[in-house]
């Protein structure tokens, strides 16, 4: 009564060997360099070469190639754009932490102490005004 299947069933499981997967750690450092190379933009933006520099090398190694660079002026006010590397530098040291990279990690510390720091500074208070 009924033809029977000839072809095999869309619903069925694809053979797991058929995709590639990563290991925690692979993923890991995938979302650290990622969170550290916007960290990057932002530095660059600042015009912060040194630091810059020091974030560049940590993205090179996790990403096994160096990263591009280039300051992509956004018009942003210092402090707007402190605020975002401060935000970056904390996700950045959230994954550092959870993967154990010591040096991520310290790195990811001393910017955000760094961007706490630029807020702090007088200079900036003017771009502060009614800034949240």
């Known amino acids: ?46 015009g912060l070469t040194a630091a810059g520099d020091r974030i560049a090398e940590q993205v090179a190694r996790l990403r096994g190639a160096p990263p591009a660079r280039h300051a992509g002026l956004t018009d942003a006010a210092p402090a707007d754009l402190h605020r975002r590397a401060h935000a970056l530098a904390g996700r950045a040291l959230l994954v550092a932490a959870s993967r154990a990279d010591t040096t991520a990690a310290i790195l990811s510390a001393e910017r955000m102490d760094a961007h706490t720091a630029a807020l702090a500074d007088p200079a900036l208070s003017g771009h502060l005004v009614g800034a949240h």
Do not use: N
Request: proline residues 7%; aromatic residues 4%.
């Open 1 to 46: 009564m009924y033809e029977p299947i000839r072809s095999p069933s869309v619903h069925s499981t694809a053979d797991e060997a058929d995709f590639p997967h990563r290991s925690r750690e692979e993923e890991l450092d995938i979302q650290l360099a990622g969170h550290l190379a916007a960290l990057l933009a932002v530095t660059d933006e600042l």
